[in-house]
Structure formats: structure tokens, C-alpha cells
């Protein structure tokens, strides 16, 4: 079992920023791409950004220009720092990975943009 764990989600005012991780066990060779998802209540999870391990990376329209996706291959971490926030950026978001023994999603941390 691969387990993933998010963190870094909170309240923050609208513009301000926040910097998501998620960690991944067990080897980083069996790593593959990594993603960031958000999901409201009643929609389907959204794909925002993911990262290869070559570092190739592929955002959503929504979050271009605002939104940078990195990872660590070494720490099977992937960032997520968010800029210029929005109220409709409030959201769960989940952390995926993709691993040779399958997909694997995290629990998601809650971001919630709100003056």
C-alpha cells in the first residue's frame, strides 16, 4: 500500500498565497506522474496540474500563470504553490500519484480563500 499524505491547506485572504505538499512512501522509482486535483461538493474532481518525472509539466487553463507545480523526486514530494488566490479557488484539494503498483490518491487538504 502507497500511502500520501497533503498538507499545507488553511485560510488565506484573496491574493495571498499558499504552498501545498504531498509526500508519497515507499521507492521513488516507482514513482511516476504526479497531480493536483480539486473537488467541490456535488462536481468531478478537477485536474489543476501534474508533473512527470522528468519534470514535464501540464496545467489547467483555470490555474495557468498563477499556479506552479514542482516536485522532489528524492522526498516523492510534489509541491503546489499558489498565487494570487481567489474565492473560487476555495476548494478540497487531492494529491495523485501514480505508482507501478496503481493510483493512489491522498485524504485532500482544505483551502479556503475568504476576506
Known amino acids: 500500500q502507497v500511502q500520501v499524505v497533503e498538507s499545507g491547506g488553511g485560510l488565506v485572504q484573496p491574493g495571498g498565497s499558499l504552498r501545498l505538499s504531498c509526500a508519497a512512501s515507499?521507492?521513488?522509482?516507482?514513482?511516476?506522474?504526479m497531480g493536483w486535483y480539486r473537488q467541490a461538493p456535488g462536481n468531478q474532481r478537477e485536474l489543476l496540474a501534474d508533473?512527470?518525472?522528468?519534470?514535464?509539466?501540464n496545467y489547467a487553463d483555470s490555474v495557468k500563470g498563477r499556479f506552479t507545480i514542482s516536485r522532489d523526486n528524492a522526498k516523492n514530494t510534489v509541491y503546489l504553490q499558489m498565487n494570487s488566490l481567489k474565492p473560487e479557488d476555495t476548494n478540497v484539494y487531492y494529491c495523485?500519484?501514480?505508482?507501478?503498483?496503481?493510483?493512489?490518491w491522498g485524504q485532500g487538504t482544505q483551502v479556503t480563500v475568504s476576506s
Open positions: 495523485k500519484v501514480a505508482h507501478e503498483k496503481g493510483v493512489y
Open positions: 515507499g521507492s521513488s522509482r516507482s514513482i511516476y506522474t
Open positions: 508533473i512527470t518525472t522528468g519534470g514535464s509539466t
